[in-house]
T-cell receptor
Framework: NAGVTQTPKFRVLKTGQSMTLLCAQD?????MYWYRQDPGMGLRLIHY???????AKGEVPDGYNVSRLKKQNFLLGLESAAPSQTSVYFC???????????????FGQGTRLTVV | RKEVEQDPGPFNVPEGATVAFNCTYS??????FFWYRQDCRKEPKLLMS???SGNEDGRFTAQLNRASQYISLLIRDSKLSDSATYLC??????????????FGKGTKLSVKP
């Protein structure tokens, strides 16, 4: 099915380990986003990309890096995981600017990450 | 001040009730507005876009007030299945934050029998 796919769906890391989360979309969307969601905090933007080869910091970028080498993929990296990065991570994609009626953000199903 | 603010609730209402949520946004560069619904431990899904003239989809009505910088969602004849968290979303199109898709923290609705 078309849409946004996140891998992995679950992961347990030890403090200090590294990992990469992959977000892939097949809708030719320009903009892609990584969020984390914690209880009582809502969705907080980590990094985003407005096109292939571009990235920008969001609200909570520290401890994360991203890359958008291909339009369809947006990677989120944790170089040295910390327990504070235990969260649910969502990826989203959108092609804005076509008018409200044609704009919708599609989400992946989330990655539940636990850092112990 | 947060870019997008919502009353977190919870709103506990009986079936059949009418309930309204408000959301305020601080950045006048905000150009597109949406309501999303999120069920427990699931990804957010689009409920409805919010048009300048206001729009209705069945039991749901969304309004936008650009002058006061708020949007609203009205749910009529609440159903048990409406229980969820409702997220207010804006997209910024100008300035250094161009392309930001910003979410409010969400308003939790619980519809009781």
């Amino acid at each position: 099915n078309a849409g946004v796919t996140q891998t992995p769906k679950f992961r347990v890391l030890k403090t200090g380990q590294s990992m990469t989360l992959l977000c892939a979309q097949d809708m030719n969307h320009e903009y892609m986003y990584w969020y984390r969601q914690d209880p009582g905090m809502g969705l907080r933007l980590i990094h985003y990309s407005v096109g292939e080869g571009t990235t920008a910091k969001g609200e909570v970028p520290d401890g994360y890096n991203v890359s958008r080498l291909k339009k369809q993929n947006f990677l989120l990296g944790l170089e040295s995981a910390a327990p504070s990065q235990t969260s649910v991570y969502f990826c989203a994609s959108i092609t804005p600017g076509q008018g409200v009626m044609n704009t919708e953000a599609f989400f992946g199903q989330g990655t539940r990450l636990t850092v112990v | 001040r947060k870019e997008v603010e919502q009353d977190p609730g919870p709103f506990n209402v009986p079936e059949g009730a009418t309930v309204a949520f408000n959301c305020t946004y601080s950045n006048s560069a905000s150009q597109s507005f949406f309501w999303y619904r999120q069920d427990c431990r699931k990804e957010p899904k689009l409920l409805m876009s919010v048009y300048s003239s206001g729009n209705e989809d069945g039991r749901f009505t969304a309004q936008l007030n650009r002058a006061s910088q708020y949007i609203s969602l009205l749910i009529r004849d609440s159903k048990l299945s409406d229980s969820a968290t409702y997220l207010c979303v804006v997209i910024l199109y100008y300035g250094g934050s161009q392309g930001n898709l910003i979410f409010g923290k969400g308003t939790k609705l619980s519809v009781k029998p």
